[in-house]
Antibody, heavy 122, light 107 residues
Framework: QVQLVESGGGVVQPGRSLRLTCAAA????????MHWVRQAPGKGLECVAV????????FYADSVKGRFDISRDNSKNTLYLQMNSLRAEDTAVYYC???????????????WGQGVLVTVSS | DIQMTQSPSSLSASVGDRVTITCRAS??????LNWYQQKVGKAPKLLIY???TLQSGVPSRFSGSGSGTDFSLTISSLQPEDFATYYC?????????FGQGTRLEIK
């Protein structure tokens, strides 16, 4: 069955970097666009970044543009989120989610990981 | 960015009740509207996409309707496992945006 497992979260100081990893199983990652969605404690959902199935199309939320970098290694069935210059407001649970689309993206997120907590604090 | 506004923000209902949650987009989004359910401590779950298409495995008591700017999610007969937070989401234009959520509680 489809599984997405995030890792790499933790506590980090403001200004530092962290890389999240999302390992996919049960399907071929190259078949789907992928998203990173975050949820600050007690808050709603925010789409942080999305990448097409082949990696050629990427979109970032304004809140992370220039600081975060989404990438994928289809040969390893793995999605990444490199987060630089972290701020307190980046504190959230980060989810990776699979897009129903096999092309660019549709926005329909049919499978989600369990989420990983990133805490930015001095 | 397209703003999504849900109402109500919270709702108390009883098992067996019929419940409707509404979502309004700040501009027309055709039928690029999706609904998710999130239980405490869990990832969101896709319920309905393209405004009215039921995701595989989702019970038929869930239904969605609407187009343009106004949409609704209806649960025809609430079950105990339906008490959760519900989010609408537009996928018409990037950035993809969510509503603020509707918390459905047991009365």
């Amino acid at each position: 069955q489809v599984q997405l497992v995030e890792s790499g979260g933790g506590v980090v100081q403001p200004g530092r970097s962290l890389r999240l990893t999302c390992a996919a199983a049960g399907f071929t990652l190259s078949s789907n666009a992928m998203h990173w969605v975050r949820q600050a404690p007690g808050k709603g959902l925010e789409c942080v970044a999305v990448i097409s199935n082949d990696g050629n199309n990427i979109f970032y939320a304004d809140s992370v543009k220039g600081r975060f970098d989404i990438s994928r290694d289809n040969s390893k069935n793995t999605l990444y989120l490199q987060m630089n210059s972290l701020r307190a407001e980046d504190t959230a649970v980060y989810y990776c989610a699979r897009d129903l689309s096999s092309d660019v993206w549709s926005g329909y997120m049919d499978y989600w990981g369990q989420g990983v907590l990133v805490t930015v604090s001095s | 960015d397209i703003q999504m506004t849900q109402s109500p923000s919270s709702l108390s209902a009883s098992v067996g009740d019929r419940v409707t949650i509404t979502c309004r987009a700040s501009q027309t989004i055709s039928t690029y509207l999706n609904w998710y359910q999130q239980k405490v401590g869990k990832a969101p779950k896709l319920l309905i996409y393209a405004a009215s298409t039921l995701q595989s495995g989702v019970p038929s008591r869930f239904s969605g309707s609407g187009s343009g700017t106004d949409f609704s999610l209806t649960i025809s007969s609430l079950q105990p496992e339906d008490f959760a937070t519900y989010y609408c989401q537009q996928s018409y234009r990037a950035p993809i945006t969510f509503g603020q959520g509707t918390r459905l509680e047991i009365k």
